[in-house]
């Protein structure tokens, strides 16, 4: 067990670079399982849950080595059909990417249910949905999901999700990019890491387009090839230390990004008074005054992502005057951290999907605890927001998805450290 020690009241100033994309890896890396060869995956953040994906991708006979910080080589031609070990797919959310790809790949799947945060109830049945469609008979309890092939096989169909879902969109681009026939996902989710995934498999050989809209269309084709691919920088860190810089104040360069899927965010940090300037793969973020109070919904991309949610919360809970906070995505987020904003000053009044959030002159240091990752993201930031010294306890759940977290913000100017416990 270890926790973060943070004292409050620096300026955050200088520049910060942004690795690569979470959300985009965890569903890349399991791609790497349809082709019999080399990948060579740059820019992957060496964080827990993409060593824990390794070690699941080892499992099934991979070759996986670092060949330096930020490079994985994995070579999947003597890869073998078996279960993944439940130990580790138990440990995180994306580790249910393994089902879509090891069906693509064998025509079958006997996958643990995932783990990973637990800030809401997140049912596979749109994954499922989509398996069926695509022919194959699926088997669920409490602990297991089984999907094989059905009496007429497997092959591509046509699939409305009933609600946008990044996994299953997700899932069904893996199962079915070496399937027989042309497979439709309408309602498909719309975030850069779909579109990164589409781009992955496409340099591998893949015939996917309208990745980025709401249709999705992939071609089958019989077999796909190694190839190296750099995934995209990290949207979500990249509002986290925005975020952050708009909370404690401060100048700070964000580097190595794309603006263009910045903009969700920063149209609301602007709202709330911070200057931003957009650079080509860049964004400068200054506040040095007060904060405005604002309103916002979260949404599927383009709209403003749930996992800022409670970043931007602690942002409103410093503004000035009453800010509402709609979460439309996983409406009992709120309760991963918003008590633990409250043991700090903050004012939060929660009323089912809305967080009523009046604006306090300062909050107060405290011993909270992360409940998941976002959240231990947002508690980080109200302590270096605040006054005296904040203790973050949980911070198991921060590493899931922060590279290199104390260095950064050290750079900036935090007093922020890392203790054993």
Known sequence: MAKYEIVGGNRLEGNVVISGAKNAVVAILPATLLVQGVCRIENVPNISDVRILLDII??????????????VEIDTTEVEYCEPDPKLVTQMRASYYMMGALLGRYGQAHVALPGGCNFAARPIDQHVKGFLALGADVTETDDFVDIKAGPDGLHG???????????????????AALMEGQTIIENAAKEPHIVDLANFLNTMGARISGAGTDTIKIKGVEKLHGATYAVIPDQIEAGT????????????????????????????????????????????????????????????????????????????????????????????????????LQHMGANIVINGKTATVTGTDQLVGNTVTAKDLRAGAALIIAGLAAEGTTTVKNIHYVERGYERLIEKFTQLGASIRRIEE
Request: some cysteine; charged content about 25%.
């Open 157 to 175: 169909a046509r699939i409305s999700l009933d609600v946008v879902s990044v996994g299953a969109t997700v899932n069904i681009m893996l199962a």
């Open 241 to 340: 230390y925005m975020a952050a810089v708009v909370a404690a104040g401060g100048d700070v360069l964000v580097q190595n990004v794309i603006p263009k899927h910045m903009e969700c965010i920063t149209t609301r940090l602007r709202e709330m008074g911070a200057r931003i300037t957009e650079y080509d793969d860049s964004i400068r973020v200054v506040r040095d005054g007060p904060m405005r109070r604002i309103t916002v919904k979260t949404m599927p991309y383009p709209g403003f992502p749930t996992d800022m949610q409670a970043q931007i919360c602690v942002c409103m809970a410093i503004a000035n005057g009453i800010s509402r906070l709609t979460e439309s995505v996983y409406e009992t987020r709120f309760f991963g951290y918003c008590t633990e």
């Open 58 to 71: 080892r499992s099934l006979k991979a070759k996986v080595r670092w060949t330096d910080d930020s490079t």
